[in-house]
């Protein structure tokens, strides 16, 4: 059974730096897609930044400059490090990754970790 598990969120300053961990646990998959997502109240989820099996990347324009995701193979973690935050960044972040398991590919949530940046 494959997990992603979120880590490091919290409250946190504007400006300051954060990084959040998303850790996919399990065996036997290989992963397409992974990426961050975020919600703020009232508003639908959009996506934050994306990381591809080849390396490409891609940001939300709102995020360009700011935010930067990495990847640790071995330790199938996916990492957002943020930077520069502002009040409106404050969301729910949520890890989701496109696995491959055999001839099978799978849409994987976490379960969100939240983010407040106070001014």
């Known amino acids: 059974q494959v997990q992603l598990v979120e880590s490091g969120g919290g409250l946190v300053q504007a400006v300051g730096p954060l990084r959040l961990s998303c850790a996919a646990s399990?065996?036997?998959?290989?992963?397409?897609?992974i990426g961050w997502y975020r919600q703020a109240p009232g508003k639908q989820r959009e996506v934050v930044a994306i990381l591809r099996s080849g390396g490409n990347t891609n940001y939300a324009d709102s995020v360009k400059g700011r935010f930067t995701i990495s990847r640790d193979n071995a330790k199938n973690t996916v990492y957002l490090q943020m930077i520069s935050l502002k009040p409106e960044d404050t969301a729910v972040y949520y890890c989701n990754a496109l696995l491959s398991t055999g001839w099978r590919v799978d849409d994987y949530w976490g379960q969100g970790t939240q983010v407040t940046v106070s001014s």
């Open positions: 399990g065996s036997g998959f290989s992963i397409n897609v």
